[in-house]
């Protein structure tokens, strides 16, 4: 069954959060796929410009593109108010935009700052961009949020404390989301993938590339596209159906911390 033949309009918008890189640009470029219209919104402008030409040369339509910083209030409501102005309707919104910083154990953190990056983005940064699109959501009569959160959500590590308890709240805040919206056409889901190969390592270890090689030394990680297949069988099955929660990792991970792992030359890492 087509998408259109699903919804019987195939110009559904999503909005997706964190779509310079990673499995937010796959997400993007999968909802297009699937006929979606696209917002797509990340702090690097730049990249998100990139990401919005490849998508209209492979599918056809030009994605909308704003700046947005999920930690800012200000920067928030004005990707919001540019969205309004560019769709009358806004259907899904794909809760992306996360990160993780650091692995320091709680005892040994000397300076909150990292803490504070992934609380604001996390959580806040979650809760800000679904308050804000929720009227919308509610009025399109098939709305969708989807937050990707992670397995670090179900299970936490040491060095995990502060990002794993971030990922348990996106969980909290999904299922309490649905309580709340229960009677109205809006479905709420969270895709919760283990590891996968994106920026998001070089980023946690504020830019040490061969540290975070490491992390997928010997062992296949999840690509973006294996989350972004996910996100768009969520978003695209009939509306009565609501997909509540996807977890999904690499054979090679039972849990965050226990990776089987063949033998990696030095040169490999
Ligand atoms: P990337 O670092 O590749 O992508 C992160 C994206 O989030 C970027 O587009 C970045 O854009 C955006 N972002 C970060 N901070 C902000 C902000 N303040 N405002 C707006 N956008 C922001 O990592 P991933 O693609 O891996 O991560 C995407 C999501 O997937 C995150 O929520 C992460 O927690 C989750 N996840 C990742 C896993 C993994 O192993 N990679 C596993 C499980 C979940 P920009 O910097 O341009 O703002
Ligand atoms: C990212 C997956 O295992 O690095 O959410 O926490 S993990």
């Given amino acids: 069954m087509s998408q259109q033949e699903i919804h019987g309009d195939v110009s559904r918008v999503a909005v997706v959060t964190g779509a310079s890189s990673g ?19 990340a702090r690097r402008i730049d990249r998100l410009a990139q990401v919005a030409e490849s998508i209209a040369e492979t599918s056809g339509q030009r994605p909308f593109l704003h700046a947005l910083d999920v930690t800012s209030p200000d920067s928030a409501t004005a990707f919001v108010d540019a969205v309004r102005s560019a769709f009358p309707q806004i259907h899904v919104l794909v809760n992306n935009a996360g990160l993780a910083r650091g692995m320091t154990h709680v005892a040994d953190v000397s300076d909150e700052s990292d803490w504070q990056v992934m609380l604001e983005t996390n959580v806040m940064g979650l809760l800000r961009m679904t308050r804000l699109l929720l009227p919308n959501i509610r009025r399109s009569g098939d709305g969708h949020i989807i937050n990707i959160g992670s397995t670090a959500g179900h299970e936490a590590y040491a060095g995990g404390s502060v990002y794993c308890g971030s990922k348990f709240a996106v969980r909290a ?23 996968v190969e994106t920026e998001f390592s070089v980023v946690r270890f504020h830019g040490d590339v061969r ?29 009565h159906v609501n997909i509540d929660m996807v977890v999904l990792r690499p054979v090679a991970q039972a849990s965050g911390g226990r990776v089987a792992r063949r033998p990696v030359a030095a040169k490999e890492v």
């Fill in 23 to 41: 499995i937010g640009e796959a997400i993007a470029r999968a909802l297009a796929g699937a006929g979606f219209r696209l917002a797509l919104g």
């Fill in 173 to 195: 805040i999904t299922d309490a989301l649905r309580q709340e919206l229960l009677g109205e056409q809006v479905r709420v889901t969270t895709v919760d993938p283990g590891m």
């Fill in 211 to 239: 540290r975070a090689s490491e992390v997928y030394a010997g062992v296949q990680p999840l690509t973006a596209e294996d989350v972004a297949d996910c996100v768009r069988f969520a978003a695209t099955r009939p509306k």
